[in-house]
């Protein structure tokens, strides 16, 4: 968890009503959390979860408290998709040095340890609802990453800057136009 702006907002939608927490901890455990506050490495627990909530709730770090998973924002996310029920965790993810455009800023889809996401359908679904805006998508498992949004020959066309087939000119135009912010796009 890192904040940029509200790039949360602007890229995932605003926090949804009707889609509370509960006892999910997932973000508490699955991710870094790397602000002046409060630290803590990806994949440990964080100190204060207890029993399926924050020990420290009333208290808890500004970043805690602002700071929202895919889930919480994407209404076409199926209901049943809170992270400690499906195995996926959806963020946004920044890469301070990143080695192409699709990096620096997305979104990642992350499977978390054991979940059964491919299988029973439900990372389909969660990707279906987010691979639908001019943001890159990443799969990942906590140790390797995919790109899955955009398409490979899509990214690739993208980044060698060689022209697009008519079927595809205005989606490679609408990301490079996008992400030409970053200078070289390869
Ligand atoms: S992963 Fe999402 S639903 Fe779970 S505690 Fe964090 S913000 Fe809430
Ligand atoms: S302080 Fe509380 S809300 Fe924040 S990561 Fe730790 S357990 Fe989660």
């Not at 964080?46 to 895919?70: D, E, L, M, Q, S």
């Not at 965790?89 to 699709?102: A, I």
């Not at 990443?138 to 008519?166: F, I, Y």
């Amino acid at each position: 968890m890192e904040r940029a702006a509200d790039l949360e907002t602007d890229l995932l939608g605003p926090v949804l009503p009707g889609r509370e927490c509960g006892d999910c901890t997932a973000c508490c455990s699955v991710l870094t959390v790397d602000t002046p506050e409060f630290s803590k490495p990806a994949g440990v627990a964080c100190v204060h979860v207890r029993g399926g909530g924050c020990a420290i709730h009333a208290v808890r770090p500004t970043i805690c408290r602002t700071w929202f998973c895919g889930w919480r924002r994407v209404a076409a996310m199926p209901d049943a998709a809170r992270p400690d029920r499906s195995g996926v965790l959806v963020s946004l993810n920044f890469v301070r040095s990143p080695q192409n455009c699709f990096e620096g800023v997305s979104i990642n889809v992350r499977l978390m340890p054991g979940s059964d996401a491919i299988a029973s359908g439900m990372a389909a679904a969660v990707l279906d609802a987010v691979c639908d805006r001019l943001v890159p998508v990443w799969v990942s498992d906590g140790t390797r990453k995919m790109l899955m949004h955009p398409d490979a020959q899509v990214a690739a066309l993208v980044l060698s800057g060689e022209p697009a087939p008519a079927a595809l000119r205005a989606e490679v135009a609408a990301w490079r136009e996008r992400y030409g912010m970053f200078g070289s796009l390869a």
